[in-house]
């Protein structure tokens, strides 16, 4: 997604105008119609400009999924670090019970104890439809997601007796 995209994306998210959005950010409706077309990107003014009015981080509206791609791998990286580190613990704790585990347990039911555990880990991760709203939410600017987070409140709510 192009840098006006982005600002396009940025405008609709918040059932903007052209000339509303533009007049908001300091620019003119013709500036930034050209610039949601891609044929010249927005001035350093016009980026920070929309970043202070919608909460919106300049590194997203410039580089976009770049950097959650990036997020991404390092996201990726921490979990095999955490799944690697997670496998460690099991097996010290088991090892440390292994004699009253033994004498307690058949290695079958050991077995079957460090399947589940491992099992139970692995279906902790969030799903397709979680991920996809996570990376939604955080593209919102913080007074979107405020907004969220007490409309989640306030249906959760209606769950509460």
Same mark, same amino acid.
């Given at each position: 997604?192009?840098?006006?995209?982005?600002?396009?994306?940025?405008? &609709?998210?918040?059932?903007?105008?052209?000339?509303?959005?533009?007049?908001?950010?300091?620019?003119?409706?013709?500036?930034?119609?050209? +610039?949601?077309?891609?044929?010249?990107?927005?001035?350093?003014?016009?980026?920070?400009?929309?970043?202070?009015?919608?909460?919106?981080?300049?590194?997203? +509206?410039?580089?976009?999924?770049?950097? #959650?791609?990036?997020? &991404?791998? #390092?996201?990726?990286?921490?979990? #095999?670090?955490?799944?690697?580190?997670?496998?460690?613990?099991?097996?010290?704790?088991?090892?440390?019970?292994?004699? #009253?585990?033994?004498?307690?347990?058949?290695?079958?039911? +050991?077995?079957?104890?460090?399947?589940?555990?491992?099992?139970? +880990?692995?279906?902790?991760?969030?799903?397709?439809?979680?991920?996809?709203?996570?990376?939604?939410?955080?593209?919102?600017?913080?007074?979107?997601?405020?907004?969220?987070?007490?409309?989640?409140?306030?249906?959760?709510?209606?769950?509460?007796?």
């Amino acid at each position: 997604m192009s840098i006006g995209q982005r600002i396009k994306q940025i405008r &609709n998210s918040h059932s903007m105008s052209q000339a509303a959005f533009a007049s908001l950010i300091g620019i003119s409706q013709g500036t930034l119609s050209e +610039i949601e077309k891609g044929k010249f990107n927005p001035s350093v003014e016009t980026v920070i400009s929309i970043s202070k009015q919608f909460e919106i981080k300049t590194d997203w +509206i410039l580089r976009g999924n770049e950097l #959650e791609e990036s997020y &991404n791998e #390092e996201l990726d990286s921490y979990k #095999e670090y955490l799944l690697k580190r997670t496998y460690i613990l099991i097996n010290e704790t088991i090892s440390h019970f292994s004699e #009253e585990l033994q004498s307690e347990m058949s290695s079958r039911e +050991i077995s079957s104890l460090i399947n589940n555990t491992w099992t139970s +880990i692995f279906n902790s991760s969030l799903s397709p439809e979680e991920s996809f709203l996570l990376k939604k939410y955080r593209m919102l600017s913080l007074k979107d997601k405020k907004e969220l987070q007490a409309i989640m409140n306030l249906k959760l709510s209606a769950y509460e007796v």
